[in-house]
């Protein structure tokens, strides 16, 4: 079974500057699917950023990007310009390829923006 | 406008009772999803369906019962077994076209027990 690990369970960014909130996970698998959603105080769950695990480019959406590391199993969050909406849980998931295929989550980083 | 919608927002449980959450979807996706999240836990899989009148059990289906009856519709019953109710449930769903779908979530509900 997999598993994601997110050691760090708060961080504190600066507006304006730039956080990178880390994630490992562990699989035998080699085709999966690593995901960031974003929960802020509304507590609405909302994708971030999706990563193919056959993709040596890493995504990019705006202001976010990831570092996938796939032989260090590291999927790792940057947030560059960081603004006050950014100030939410994030989650890193892994979800293999195949039926039945599923979303194994990590217990969440709380980011705070400070003004 | 295309979405999930859950119902209630908030929801009291009385011990010993039974109390169903409503979620709903108009994106016609196959798949949809119930998840459990806890203070400083992540979320956890309950039950989930990828097809009409079919669902499967995931991590922490004890306490719990769902059914299929429409594409649109996955209801989630909290039975007096489940022992420690009070949660925020959240509910899922996506498309099964491609090796996996990305999950799109409802705003939630968050279920309290007197």
């Known amino acids: 079974a997999q598993t994601v690990t997110q050691s760090q369970p708060e961080m504190s960014v600066q507006e304006a500057e730039t956080v990178t909130l880390s994630c490992t996970y562990d699989?035998?698998?080699?085709?999966?699917?690593l995901f960031w959603y974003k929960q802020p105080p509304s507590r609405q769950m909302i994708l971030v950023i999706r990563q193919e695990a056959y993709k040596q480019q890493n995504a990019t959406e705006n202001r976010f990007s990831v570092n996938f590391q796939k032989a260090a199993k590291s999927f790792s969050l940057k947030i560059s310009d960081s603004q006050l909406g950014d100030t939410a849980m994030y989650f890193c998931?892994?979800?293999?390829?195949?039926?039945?295929?599923?979303?194994?989550f990590g217990k969440g980083i709380t980011l705070s923006v400070r003004p | 406008d295309g979405g999930i919608t859950q119902s209630p927002k908030y929801l009291f449980r009385k011990e010993g009772q039974n109390v169903t959450l409503s979620c709903e979807q108009n994106l016609n996706h196959d798949a949809m999803y119930w998840y459990r999240q806890d203070p400083g836990q992540g979320l956890r899989l309950i039950y989930y369906s990828q097809i009409v009148n079919d669902f499967q059990k995931g991590d922490i289906a004890e306490g719990y019962s769902v059914s299929r009856e429409k594409k649109e519709s996955f209801p989630l019953t909290v039975t007096s077994a489940q022992k420690n109710p009070t949660a925020f449930y959240l509910c899922?769903?996506?498309?099964?076209?491609?090796?996996?779908?990305?999950?799109?979530f409802g705003p939630g509900t968050r279920l309290l027990v007197l």
């Open positions: 699989t035998s698998e080699s085709n999966y699917y």
């Open positions: 998931a892994f979800a293999y390829t195949g039926a039945n295929s599923k979303l194994t």
């Open positions: 899922a769903s996506s498309t099964l076209r491609g090796s996996q779908e990305t999950q799109y």
